[in-house]
């Protein structure tokens, strides 16, 4: 059981430069999100999605990009890295029926520490 | 602001001491998750209280919740080292996965 596979665990990235996050979920789950975890703070919600092809914006969403083509696949797309984007980025699952999320474990990925220079 | 608010941000404990933590939300509540994050590393999921008034415990951490509060308490008995780390809430509100602010908790000898 893979549950959920987050890819690269570390990056360094330039300024403006773009790179996808990846995040893969073994477990048939509707319902995925993105986070950024700075500094003694807690998660903030990036971009969510409640099934494939449809996506919705969370908190923080400016300067990044999600799609759902899959149900098993979310990537996290920065188009134009900035330092303020340094950040532990954290993928999660759960389970949800018909855009409905249930009241279940969220699974979470590895993380990924991503600096920007 | 922030649909989660946890308090305290952090605490300092020395070991053997008990301390609660405080996870109060600004909407009702259908469940909410306990998780817990060593740092620099991934989420470990403690517990989850679907109902008023639950109450669950895992070793020598308990969490409550309080629907009509709108909000849970983590308490935990008997502090050791292993227990240091950051500690956060979690609850589905208006169809998003939403997380706390996040407590620190240090535990000193």
């Known amino acids: 059981n893979a549950g959920v596979t987050q890819t690269p665990k570390f990056q360094v990235l330039k300024t403006g430069q773009s790179m996808t996050l990846q995040c893969a979920q073994d477990?048939?789950?509707?319902?995925m999100s993105w986070y950024r975890q700075d500094p003694g703070m807690g998660l903030r919600l990036i971009h969510y999605?409640?099934?494939?092809?449809?996506?919705d914006q969370g908190e923080v969403p400016n300067g990044y990009n999600v799609s759902r083509s899959t149900t098993e696949d979310f990537p996290l797309r920065l188009l134009s890295a900035a330092p303020s984007q340094t950040s532990v980025y954290f993928c999660?699952?759960?389970?949800?029926?018909?855009?409905?999320?249930?009241?279940?474990?969220?699974?979470f990925g590895q993380g990924t520490r991503l600096t920007v220079v | 602001s922030q649909e989660l608010e946890q308090s305290p941000q952090s605490l300092i404990v020395q070991e053997g001491k008990n301390l609660t933590i405080n996870c109060t939300s600004s909407?009702?509540?259908?469940?909410l998750y306990w998780y817990k994050q060593k740092y620099g590393e991934g989420l470990i999921f403690l517990m989850m209280?679907?109902?008023?008034?639950e109450e669950k415990s895992h070793e020598k951490i308990t969490a409550k919740l309080d629907e009509k509060k709108q909000q849970s308490s983590l308490h935990i008995t008997a502090s050791q080292p292993s227990h240091a780390g950051i500690y956060l809430c979690?609850?589905?509100?208006?169809?998003?996965?939403?997380f706390g602010t996040g407590t620190r908790l240090t535990i000193i000898p």
């Open positions: 999660a699952s759960s389970y949800a029926i018909s855009g409905v999320l249930m009241n279940t474990e969220a699974f």
């Open positions: 979690g609850a589905g509100l208006n169809e998003k996965l939403t």
């Open positions: 477990m048939n789950h509707e319902y």
């Open positions: 209280l679907q109902k008023g008034g």
């Open positions: 909407k009702t509540l259908y469940g």
């Open positions: 999605s409640v099934g494939a092809g449809i996506t």
